[in-house]
């Protein structure tokens, strides 16, 4: 069973830094895309960062600039370095990978449990 687990969360002081992991365990055959997303409280889940297999990274505009996604294909963990942290970051982040199990598998979205990140004034 593919499944994407997620580190680092916790409490943190505004403008502070903090970096999340995401470890994905199981057997696939590739990866597509690797992605951040967030949900506060009473809000829908936001899509933070994203890189495509061979592409570039993309941000959401409200952390462009202070969040960055990284990978590291050997160790099969997805990271996210950010930096100058503000209340309104607070939420829970999920990581999200876009893989296929096998070479003839269609392509499947695989959710983290989630990860709580507070920032506090």
């Known amino acids: 069973q593919v499944q994407p687990v997620e580190s680092g969360g916790g409490l943190v002081q505004a403008g502070e830094s903090m970096k999340l992991s995401c470890a994905v365990t199981g057997l696939l055959f590739s990866i597509d895309v690797v992605a951040w997303h967030r949900q506060a409280p009473g809000k829908q889940r936001e899509l933070v960062a994203r890189?495509?297999?061979?592409?570039?990274?993309s941000y959401a505009p409200t952390v462009k600039d202070r969040f960055t996604i990284s990978t590291d294909n050997a160790k099969r963990t997805v990271y996210l370095q950010m930096n100058n942290l503000k209340p309104d970051d607070t939420a829970v982040y999920y990581c999200a990978i876009d893989a296929r199990r096998t070479v003839v598998s269609e392509i499947r979205t695989y959710w983290g449990q989630g990860t709580q990140v507070t920032v506090s004034s």
């Open positions: 890189i495509p297999s061979g592409g570039s990274s």
